[in-house]
């Protein structure tokens, strides 16, 4: 339900989350959301980085 959800940072959050946790039974799940290219400011390294859903489940996926 969080990888559905209409929020940008509720989904954006549940895919880092997913990728930290090697989640690999989402991989189909993020692999649709590769198409998501809703933006997204999220904390890392210190500071807000802009970024968007897609490249957070690529990077996601590259940790599974």
């Known amino acids: 339900p969080l990888l559905r959800n209409p929020d940008s ?17 989402a991989r189909e799940d993020l692999t ?5 290219m809703a933006p997204i400011d999220i904390y890392r390294a210190g500071q807000i980085e802009k ?4 490249e957070l489940a690529t990077e996601s996926l590259a940790k599974l």
Do not use: Q, S, W
């Open 32 to 36: 649709k959301l590769r198409e998501d």
């Open 51 to 54: 970024t968007t859903i897609h």
């Open 9 to 25: 940072e509720v989904r954006g959050y549940a895919v880092i989350l997913l990728g930290r946790l090697k989640a690999f039974e």
